[in-house]
């Protein structure tokens, strides 16, 4: 199996659609500090991304992700990811 490296939203984007997977698996990249620094602000924001567009394992971890965020950096995650939808 091929392995991909994704270092941006862009490359999410599959043939004129968002893959839900992708995102899923930024959240997952920047949870688990694999190939960046750990950033559960941006883990949130991505794995929240990836539950509206239909992933259910993203919301599984979105949830997880989000019981360690205080309430400010969760507000800050929700923004970013609502800022993202907008312009995305």
Known sequence: ???FEMTTSDMA???G???ADAFCEMGL???TGRGCDIDLIAAHKWLNIAA???CDRA???RADV?????KL???AALRSAREWMTVH
């Open 1 to 3: 199996m091929a392995r």
């Open 13 to 15: 984007t599959m043939g």
């Open 17 to 19: 659609e968002n893959n």
């Open 29 to 31: 990249m920047y949870a």
């Open 52 to 54: 509206i567009k239909g």
């Open 59 to 61: 919301a599984e971890l």
């Open 66 to 70: 989000a019981a360690a965020l205080t």
């Open 73 to 75: 950096q969760l507000a």
